[in-house]
């Protein structure tokens, strides 16, 4: 990010950062990377993609920051679930933060692209229960943080199953030369 932008971004959520809270999801792991990266990564494509299709920079930023804000891992607890862990992160979001209705709303709708993924094959998440219509983005911003989270979780689970693979690999050769005799 240039040097302007890039104060820019760091003015709107520096609260977020600099929030105890917040640091917390530095511990938890999300698709290979922490949390905090994760979400740091969503913002600033978020950003940069609200600047381009003239959306609210301020909403585009703290959502994308916001958008996994849950304590723990998805499995830990029901409401951490696949589909049902925006409904928790707006919640947390609303309560450390005081976000906006329309930033609620964009944390709130990023899986929407999951929930039309579970519409068309419903034997993915049997147990979950998403609707189309509680989930859909209302607004730019919403769209763009959808998006965001989309293609950086693409990105970093591709990195992530590379060095799984790369490690898996290195343990059978390894293993093959120790245990040769």
Not at 27 to 50: I, N
């Amino acid at each position: 990010m240039a040097k302007n932008k890039s104060k820019e971004f760091d003015s709107l959520v520096s609260d977020i950062l600099e929030n105890e809270y917040f640091l917390e999801t530095k511990k938890d792991l999300h698709h290979g990377t922490s949390k905090y990266e994760h979400s740091l990564r969503v913002a600033k494509l978020s950003y940069k993609l609200g600047r381009l299709f003239r959306g609210d920079l301020r909403v585009a930023a703290r959502a994308g920051l916001l958008h996994d804000f849950f304590f723990g891992t998805r499995k830990e607890k029901p409401e951490n679930s696949y589909l049902r862990h925006p409904v928790t992160a707006a919640s947390n979001a609303k309560r450390y933060f005081n976000v906006t209705d329309k930033e609620a709303e964009a944390i709130k709708t990023h899986m929407f692209h999951q929930v039309l993924l579970k519409k068309i094959f419903p034997f993915i998440n049997r147990r979950e229960k998403a609707s189309v219509k509680e989930f859909k983005p209302k607004s730019k911003e919403g769209w763009i943080i959808c998006f965001s989270d989309l293609l950086v979780s693409i990105m970093e689970l591709e990195r992530f199953q590379f060095t799984y693979v790369a490690n898996v690999f290195l343990l059978l050769v390894f293993n093959i030369i120790m245990f040769k005799n």
